[in-house]
């Protein structure tokens, strides 16, 4: 059985960073897309990022996320990254990592999703 551990999270001052770390035990995802959600609180989880399988593409909810988080993957470790830069008070929110049933992006969609972590907090004060 696929376990996904998070990792990375805490509370960061805005404009600060923080890398998660997403790392899959019990398998090997190199054929397998992952991605990146976020839940807040009293809102549904929604879509921040993704990868390929072969690490090659990226995609991303918006631009403006694009421009601020950065989504990897080092598949000899079976870990997948999220670099976010420039954290807003809005970024706030129960980051988790997920394994789609495809290989390629966008994967932006819940439902694709086959494996999750348990989520790591990610809270920016102001």
């Known amino acids: 059985q696929v376990q996904l551990r998070e990792s990375g999270g805490g509370l960061v001052q805005a404009g600060g960073s923080l890398r998660l770390s997403c790392v899959a035990s019990g398998g090997s995802l190199t054929n397998n897309a992952m991605g990146w959600f976020r839940q807040a609180p009293g809102k549904e989880r929604e879509f921040v990022a993704s990868v390929s399988a072969n690490g090659v593409s990226q995609f991303y909810a918006e631009e403006s996320l694009k421009g601020r988080f950065t989504v990897s993957r080092d598949n000899a470790k079976n870990t997948m990254y999220l670099q976010m830069n420039r954290l807003k008070p809005e970024d706030t929110a129960v980051y988790y990592c997920?394994?789609?049933?495809?290989?390629?992006?966008?994967?932006?969609?819940?439902?694709?999703?086959?494996?999750w972590g348990q989520g790591t907090q990610v809270t920016v004060s102001s």
């Open positions: 997920g394994t789609s049933a495809g290989q390629t992006v966008p994967a932006s969609s819940a439902s694709e999703y086959i494996y």
